[in-house]
């Protein structure tokens, strides 16, 4: 079976002693219990291998055993104490917010939290966690969906929310420079006074912090017109896993001198050094914005929509988003949301952005005609004033909150050719039946990235034996990705290999090591278990 | 029942604007700021084409006042399903000291040229705050009014109008002809579909002078400054103490949903 072959580099001798175990889950449950460390550690004693234990093929998100490291003690805790007065959170009603992630999935064990306001506190703090060989989990806003953002044993935690300032901002070349722990939201207000915008939004911008972004290379609702953060971000101040700060807070738009370094830790969740800092290129804002919503009878016919889309819109084109009816009916139902239109299979979310209300009003109506009279689109309403377009864009931004009142939910973030993707919707539908509640799609279809969703009652092992491997080796078929812009995290670490060959995956860890020897930075995370073999 | 109905739209600065007064004081910044249809307004139109789609009126009519801009707002009425428009046209220095006063004038003018059953308007435009026009367009008409309706009902010739008042909700009937201003709670209204919004581009829009319906624009207000709320300061003078503090509280935004319109309507300008 494809699945076996794999993870022929898995320690295979785990799975029986794994099925003996039942409290062992993927990590995911609704209430958010630490069944998967605390199981984890349990077993650790009652098992014979000491080794072998964590993720096994049937479980490949579970954790790993926890690595040799140091443990806190008393005197750690002084020197954090000294360093940072009052920043250094021991109290456990206090730490359990930051131990667990936003999903409520997984749940860490960490009994220290550090709150650096400087680069240079960072710089402290990392350089005596390595010679103690303490493990550190950096930590921005915690609204990863992959569990990288939180502990899985007892790491320190590294949080970035006191390091909250703007440093400049140049408005002739829309360069902003600012601490890692800024709030997208806060950075976005900021600029918004200035007539400039944030190159990219997501929906967890109330909480994420910029250094995460960053960190993670989010990717989000602006990307068709920006971007990726690979291309906006102009430099990166970062410090490594033995306390040496890294200064690349290049602000210029081009510089060609050596290596592109700030590329290594931008999408490197946290594993090759803890960003401090970012420089970062922001557009203008936008004079005129108008969204459309749209219903289409089949993918085809999106598909059709987006091409003429970008034919007569163009320059103008901010973002192309899609949701079924199947999400639609999850929005009205638990978050009483209404359907502006008529009910359609699928719906669209278009946005245009431009410098000319007039100019683009034009553009958008002259679309909106050809696609209504050559029966692409069979309904859909427009919005030019700023509540209205809100009230529209949350049609599709809460998606995420409706699926977690649906019950237990399965996500996958997949990035396939852009005619494929609801194929797989389609696909998951077929193979799985009755035994899911709903499969829902979603997305950046513009950037050919799925959102799939699957809900059941509850956590349901047998579903997600259908699930996965499933869903990956499809994925895999297809050349696609298994992961688009959530990251690897805790989840999906071991799942690399179905979208990068092992050659790849060898240099990332020869990259670690040479990094972060002794593997303190976000252990357990991104590169997969067997990279230490 | 075939009823013609009038409804007012006002094109208003978005409820969403950070709204900047100029720097010499004389108004609020509009040149390149977004506008729209005042949302009272919004809720007028949706209660007529409800009441068109429940057969008791046969014709709406969008009517709007102001420059050429305001055409798009007749334009957004006729999408949500107003018939025609009529686009009294009203300009510079009229448009500036354009009022309740003048709009009542205009209204109650075109509301007997064409033989108008029943005005629906919003209770009070979101710029202005004023809650004026209604009432002073029943009166000009000597019609009866149902004024801050959260409820309207259609029965034989007379109208059946559930107001909210600060004790609570009143019902009241009221004999039609009638002016009928919408409350937030009135209704919540469609978005404009694009097959209707391709219609409305062929719907009439009919222009019309305030002079061709006798009426004189000339204002007896002068507006002596506009200042931002902060430098306010409270310059209401009152003789109670929570009643000015009340009053220092309110700001340029429209009345929030689950407050009854408070007696005073007054801010800092």
């Known amino acids: 079976m494809g699945m076996f072959q794999r993870f022929a580099r898995l320690p295979l001798k785990s799975t029986y002693i794994w099925s003996l175990c039942p409290q062992y889950s993927t990590g995911l449950t609704a209430a958010g219990r630490a069944l998967i460390v605390r199981s984890s550690q349990q077993i650790q004693h009652r098992c014979v291998h000491s080794r072998g234990l964590g993720a096994s093929p049937g479980n490949p998100g579970a954790a790993p055993p926890r690595l040799p490291f140091s443990r806190v003690t008393q005197e750690d805790l002084a020197f954090f104490r000294t360093l940072l007065p009052g920043r250094t959170i021991t109290d456990p009603d206090l730490l359990k917010s930051n131990n667990v992630d936003w999903l409520k999935t997984v749940e860490g064990n960490s009994e220290v939290l550090l709150r650096p306001k400087t680069t240079e506190e960072v710089s402290q703090i990392l350089r005596y966690c390595n010679e103690r060989n303490l493990a550190v989990c950096p930590q921005g806003g915690n609204t990863g969906l992959v569990g990288g953002s939180v502990p899985v044993f007892d790491e320190i935690i590294l949080s970035t929310a006191l390091m909250n300032q703007v440093i400049s901002f140049n408005n002739i070349s829309g360069i902003l420079t600012c601490q890692a722990g800024c709030v997208l939201e806060n950075l976005s207000n900021y600029l918004e006074e200035r007539d400039f915008i944030m190159p990219l939004d997501l929906g967890a911008k109330g909480s994420c912090h910029i250094g995460g972004n960053v960190s993670t290379n989010a990717g989000g609702l602006r990307l068709l017109r920006y971007g990726s953060l690979r291309g906006t971000v102009l430099g990166l101040e970062v410090v490594l896993a033995d306390g040496r700060a890294l200064n690349c807070l290049a602000t210029l ?19 090759l050094g803890v960003v401090t800092a970012v420089s970062i290129l922001c557009p203008r804002k936008p004079k005129a914005v108008n969204v459309a919503f749209l219903g289409c009878s089949s993918f085809q016919q999106l598909l059709e929509t987006f091409q003429c889309c970008r034919g007569m819109l163009g320059e103008i084109l901010s973002a192309f988003e899609f949701l079924d009816a199947s999400c639609m009916s999850l929005l009205e139902k638990h978050l009483k949301l209404t359907n502006p239109i008529t009910e359609s299979p699928f719906y669209i979310v278009i946005e245009t ?54 019950g237990y939910t399965y996500k996958y973030d997949i990035s396939l050719p852009v005619e494929k993707i609801y194929d797989l919707v389609q696909d998951m539908r077929g193979h799985l039946g009755d035994m899911a509640k709903n499969v829902v799609g979603y997305g950046h279809v513009g950037d050919g990235n799925l959102h799939l969703n699957i809900t059941s009652p509850s956590k349901d092992p047998t579903l997600l034996a259908a699930i996965e491997p499933y869903v990956y080796n499809w994925t895999s078929e297809w050349k696609g990705s298994i992961s688009a812009e959530h990251g690897l995290g805790l989840k999906k670490r071991n799942y690399i290999y179905y979208s990068k060959p092992s050659e790849a995956v060898a240099l990332m860890g020869s990259i670690k090591a040479m990094l972060d020897p002794k593997g303190i930075l976000n252990p357990y995370k991104t590169l997969p278990d067997n990279i230490h073999e | 029942m075939s009823a013609r109905v009038l409804v007012g739209v006002k094109r208003v600065i978005d409820y969403a604007v950070k709204i900047r007064v100029k720097p010499d004081h004389t108004g609020v910044v509009t040149d390149g700021v977004k506008h729209s249809m005042n949302p009272f307004c919004e809720i007028a139109v949706e209660e007529a084409v409800k009441l068109k789609e429940k057969k008791f009126v046969k014709e709406v009519v969008a009517v709007s006042c102001g420059p050429q801009q305001v055409q798009e707002t ?22 500036e000291t354009l009022g309740p ?32 026009t209604g009432q002073m367009t029943a009166a000009l008409l000597d019609w009866p009014q149902g004024t801050f309706a959260s409820e309207v009902n259609i029965e ?4 059946k ?26 209704n919540t209204p469609r978005y404009a579909t694009l097959p209707n919004i391709m219609k409305a581009k062929k719907k009439k829009i009919a222009n019309v002078k305030p002079a061709d319906l006798g009426v004189d624009m000339s204002s007896r207000l002068e507006v002596l400054k506009n200042i931002e709320e902060a430098d306010a300061g409270g310059a209401v003078q009152t003789n109670t103490e929570g ?26 300008m």
């Open chain 1, 353 to 406: 952005a431009g410098s000319n209300a007039t100019h683009d009003e034009e553009k958008l109506h002259k679309f909106l005609e050809e696609v209504m009279t050559s029966s692409l689109v069979n309904d859909g309403t427009v919005a030019t004033e700023a509540t209205k377009i809100k009230a529209l864009w949350s049609l599709r931004e809460r998606v995420t909150e409706a699926l977690t009142h649906d």
């Open chain 1, 253 to 271: 738009r081009k510089d060609n001198t050596g290596y592109d370094l700030k590329q290594l830790f931008i999408g490197s969740e946290g594993t």
């Open chain 2, 74 to 95: 007749i334009r957004t009425a006729l999408a949500m399903g107003a018939d025609r428009g009529i686009h009294v046209e009203v300009s510079g220095k009229d448009y």
């Open chain 2, 161 to 186: 109008v559930v107001r909210e008042v600060d004790g609570g909700l009143e019902t009241i009937k009221i004999k039609l002809p009638a002016v009928v201003t919408a409350d937030l709670r009135l």
């Open chain 2, 243 to 268: 009643l000015s503090s009340l009053v220092m509280e309110q700001t340029l935004r429209p009345v929030k949903s689950g407050s009854a319109p408070s007696p005073i309507q007054t801010r800092p």
């Open chain 2, 101 to 132: 006063l003048q709009v009542s004038k205009i209204l109650a003018a075109l509301a007997k040229k064409e033989q108008a059953d029943l005005i629906i308007l919003g209770k009070q435009a979101i710029d202005d705050d004023c809650n004026q």
């Open chain 2, 156 to 159: 034989a010739d007379m109208l």
